[in-house]
């Protein structure tokens, strides 16, 4: 039975893709019009095709999948508001249920992307017209090398971020960088038993592209309580109930610096990140212990 739903589900997600990539994709033709309120009337269109794949999505999981969301606290959200988004990450399963909870609630989430991912053919396009932000971060040794781009990658990723100001949007920010393994765990020694070492870095570089932008972190702490499935156990109806907690704050100015090259700043936002994810942690108990 469990295969039979996983095939069929499968298919859905498949379809669905094809059918609202379509017309994103040709609408994302139209949008390379440099005319800024034609550009923000197709924004919205294009978004509009993005959350018609996530109810559909939803729809399917409904139908197929089974899963209880069990929400446990949810502040209000707004669709009209900008919002840095945060989460732990187990499993691509997190993605699948993010869009399903904070759907209708946020602006659709976007993803920073690196800058050389926008010449992959087709999908590139769809990620520009979708406005993800893309990022360009110069290392630390290119920069003792060409002195004279300091400071360029926060322009041009600041620059690629001025349409936000058009429009509300949500950017989500996977701290810990990669999906928590046991085996991840031990390497980084991690002092949190179910997270690994949260990463201040990409956080704090988005924030400083879009100072001025961005609001409000809405920090999701998910639960598996019978274990982190994999794509296909969800998919094929074995994930009986998902648990999920929701928590909102104010973007501090304190948050806002130059991660790089301020070393206050940086041990600053650093100790910000790592009590938050300790408090993350002491949640992620509470909520195993209520399973």
Same mark, same amino acid.
């Given at each position: 039975?469990?295969?039979?739903? &996983?095939?069929?589900?499968? *298919?859905?997600? /498949?379809?669905?893709?094809? #059918?609202?990539?379509? %017309? !994103?994709?040709? +609408? =994302? ?74 759907? &209708?609630?946020?602006?659709? *989430?976007?993803? /920073?992307?690196?800058?050389? #991912?926008?010449?992959? %053919? !087709?999908?590139? +396009? =769809? ?74 870095? &990409?956080?704090?570089?988005? *924030? ?84």
């Amino acid at each position: 039975m469990n295969l039979i739903k &996983g095939l069929l589900s499968g *298919l859905g997600y /498949f379809i669905n893709t094809v #059918l609202w990539t379509v %017309p !994103i994709v040709l +609408l =994302a033709f139209l949008k390379l019009l440099p005319v800024t309120l034609w550009q923000k009337m197709i924004s919205y269109l294009i978004d509009g095709c993005a959350s018609g794949w996530i109810w559909v999505n939803s729809i399917n999981q409904n139908i197929f999948s089974g899963t209880k969301i069990d929400v446990l606290n949810m502040p209000a959200l707004s669709t009209k508001q900008w919002y840095m988004v945060i989460s732990n990450h187990q499993s691509w399963v997190d993605i699948l249920i993010l869009q399903r909870l904070l759907h &209708g609630k946020i602006p659709f *989430l976007k993803f /920073f992307l690196k800058q050389q #991912l926008i010449y992959i %053919p !087709i999908i590139g +396009l =769809a990620w520009w017209a979708l406005d993800f932000p893309f990022m360009k971060r110069y290392s630390r040794e290119f920069l003792s090398k060409n002195p004279h781009l300091k400071g360029r990658d926060v322009e041009s990723t600041q620059k690629s971020c001025q349409k936000f100001k058009l429009k509300p949007v949500s950017v989500m920010n996977f701290v810990e960088g990669t999906r928590f393994t046991q085996a991840k765990w031990e390497k980084q020694q991690s002092p949190h038993q179910d997270l690994l070492k949260a990463k201040a870095g &990409g956080l704090a570089f988005a *924030l400083n592209a879009m100072s001025g932008t961005l609001e409000n972190i809405v920090d999701v702490t998910i639960v598996y309580p019978d274990g982190v499935p994999s794509f296909w156990q969800f998919i094929s109806g074995q994930v009986k109930q998902v648990k999920v907690n929701v928590a909102l704050d104010k973007i501090d100015q304190s948050l806002i610096g130059d991660y790089e090259n301020d070393p206050v700043f940086k041990a600053n936002i650093q100790q910000w990140l790592n009590q938050r994810w300790q408090a993350k942690q002491e949640l992620l108990d509470s909520m195993k212990c209520e399973s």
